[in-house]
């Protein structure tokens, strides 16, 4: 069993940064990918940005891309998403996932969640 517990979230004027953090306990957190995903009111959950194991593979949503950078720290148990020039659209409550395939993770699901963070850009 992995716990995740996500915080950093708040908000921000449209063009500012955030940095979300995801810790994780309990089962051996390097052995996991991990991901980020988002859920805007009225909308389905869309992944945002997905880690391999070691950190040696990422993969990003188009809509964050070259804004958006997932990086993790193994001695802390903890993956982040560093959130630049932020958008408006960018609203959402963020989620962490964790899963022991890298792929799963990538393709949306994941096998363990958070309770998410919000997030609000102002125009």
């Known amino acids: 069993q ?10 921000v004027q449209a063009g500012g940064s955030l940095r979300l953090s995801c810790a994780a306990s309990g089962r051996t957190f390097s052995g996991y990918a991990m991901g980020w995903f988002r859920q805007a009111p009225g909308k389905e959950r869309e992944f945002v940005a997905a880690i391999s194991w ?57 096998n363990y969640w958070g309770q998410g963070t919000q997030v609000t850009v102002s125009s």
């Not at 992995?2 to 908000?11: C, D, I, K």
């Not at 659209?89 to 994941?110: L, M, N, Q, W």
């Open 2 to 11: 992995v716990q995740l517990v996500e915080s950093g979230g708040g908000l």
């Open 54 to 110: 070691n950190g040696g593979n990422t993969f990003y949503a188009e809509s964050v891309r070259g804004r958006f950078t997932i990086s993790r720290e193994h001695a802390k148990n903890t993956v982040y998403l560093q959130m630049n020039s932020l958008k408006p659209e960018d609203t959402a409550v963020y989620y962490c996932a964790a899963d022991a395939v890298y792929s799963t993770i990538v393709r949306g699901r994941g």
